[in-house]
């Protein structure tokens, strides 16, 4: 039964994939399983997870004959995680720090009363140069005055209780845009946030991602979580102007132009 379950969905991502596995494949802390779901990739997808499977025996992964989508992906390789805790590694994202899951694991030890603890990012391109830093709040009561206004998380960087994790109902099929930032929202109405004050992880902003695709779409999704949680997080009258000045903002100039995070 290993401690940490990392789960994976990837679809044509062959170019980024081996970076993403050789981050897990080089912590420090080694007690854990890489479950990855394939979606139909018809690249070289399936010749690189073989590959690694018969390197590792710590990965593991499944093939979809046609494509299920990202959040069934999760939910069935969230169902056959062993692992107390969960961590998320995106298959064009990579972990920057060796010690990223011990470190993390660490601070949950210390903290029972944390369902949730995340990290600092290094934003890059689809040619891996860097952009910029993404540094969000580390402190519970700092991320829960804002993270109705932007999601506090990048979703390759946390770890989380998978017990908090079940008792919110995993991803939520009906949160299409928006299911790791539902699910934080509904993790914390029970425990407490924390962000690590540390670049631990390398996210990827990807043309073919859905921030990029469907920017409007999950700007409306993100809009109705705050009328939704209003009542549990403070700032709802300043999210509700952020979200919609970004709405406009999409609109006129494209998504690329906006700061937006897994």
């Keep these: 039964?290993?401690?940490?379950?990392?789960?994976?969905?990837?679809?044509?991502?062959?170019?980024?994939?081996?970076?993403?596995?050789?981050?897990?494949?080089?912590?420090?802390?080694?007690?854990?399983?890489?479950?990855?779901?394939?979606?139909?990739?018809?690249?070289?997808?399936?010749?690189?997870l073989q590959d690694y499977r018969s390197r590792d025996a710590r990965i593991n992964f499944w093939t979809n004959p046609?494509?299920?989508?990202?959040?069934?992906?999760?939910?069935?390789?969230?169902?056959?995680?062993?692992?107390?805790?969960?961590?998320?590694?995106?298959?064009?994202?990579?972990?920057?720090?060796?010690?990223?899951?011990?470190?993390?694991?660490?601070?949950?030890?210390?903290?029972?009363?944390?369902?949730?603890?995340?990290?600092?990012?290094?934003?890059?391109?689809?040619?891996?140069?860097?952009?910029?830093n993404f540094m969000?709040?580390?402190?519970?009561?700092?991320?829960?005055?804002?993270?109705?206004?932007?999601?506090?998380?990048?979703?390759?960087?946390?770890?989380a209780r998978k017990k908090n994790i079940i008792e919110a109902g995993g991803y939520d099929p009906e949160q299409k845009y928006v299911e790791d930032y539902a699910l934080w929202l509904k993790m914390g109405t029970a425990a407490k946030f924390a962000n690590l004050p540390e670049i631990l992880v390398q996210y990827r902003i990807n043309s073919a991602g859905i921030t990029q695709t469907k920017n409007i779409q999950q700007i409306s999704a993100a809009l109705a979580l705050v009328e939704a949680f209003k009542t549990r997080y403070p700032g709802q009258f300043k999210a509700k102007i952020k979200w919609r000045l970004q709405r406009l903002l999409s609109a006129i100039l494209g998504p690329k132009n906006l700061v937006k995070f897994k």
């Design 1 to 48: 039964m290993p401690k940490v379950s990392v789960l994976m969905s990837t679809y044509n991502d062959a170019q980024f994939l081996p970076q993403a596995l050789n981050s897990a494949l080089g912590q420090g802390f080694s007690d854990w399983e890489l479950l990855v779901v394939n979606d139909a990739s018809s690249d070289d997808t399936e010749k690189i």
């Design 66 to 132: 046609s494509q299920k989508g990202l959040i069934a992906n999760l939910n069935f390789a969230l169902v056959k995680a062993q692992g107390e805790l969960v961590a998320r590694l995106d298959s064009d994202d990579s972990w920057l720090d060796t010690n990223k899951l011990q470190k993390q694991l660490d601070f949950l030890n210390r903290n029972p009363e944390y369902c949730m603890v995340g990290a600092w990012a290094e934003v890059i391109g689809q040619d891996g140069k860097k952009l910029y």
């Design 136 to 159: 969000p709040p580390g402190q519970d009561q700092d991320i829960r005055k804002e993270i109705l206004s932007h999601n506090c998380f990048v979703h390759s960087a946390i770890l």
